[in-house]
C-alpha cells in the first residue's frame, strides 16, 4: 500500500486502483520512465487501464527485448541454434 501511494506521488495523479499503482512500482526509481509509461498506457487504454495493461508496458520497458527476438537469428546461426535448442531440451 505505502509503494502505491508513492507512485500516485510521483505521477501527480490519483491512480485508479492500488493494483495499477503496484504495476508501477518498480519503476519508481526511476521517475521519468514511470510517467513515461503511465502516459503511454493512458494514451492507448484510456480510462480502461487494467493492471494487466501497466505490467505489460512496465515489461516493455525493462525487458526490451523478448525470448523471441533472441531467437530471430541470421541463417548462419541456425546450426547453432539447433545444437542449442536441443541441449536445452534434454
Do not use: F
Not at 37 to 60: I, L, P
Amino acid at each position: 500500500m505505502i509503494r502505491a501511494s508513492e507512485v500516485a506521488t510521483l505521477l501527480n495523479t490519483t491512480v485508479s486502483s492500488e493494483r495499477i499503482a503496484r504495476e508501477l512500482a518498480p519503476l519508481i526509481d526511476i521517475p521519468e520512465a514511470a510517467r513515461e509509461v503511465w502516459a503511454e498506457v493512458q494514451e492507448e487504454h484510456g480510462n480502461k487501464v487494467t493492471a494487466a495493461d501497466v505490467h505489460e508496458a512496465v515489461d516493455r520497458r525493462l525487458c526490451p527485448v523478448t525470448m523471441r527476438q533472441i531467437w530471430l537469428v541470421p541463417t548462419p546461426y541456425s546450426a547453432a541454434r539447433r545444437v542449442i535448442g536441443a541441449s536445452l531440451a534434454a
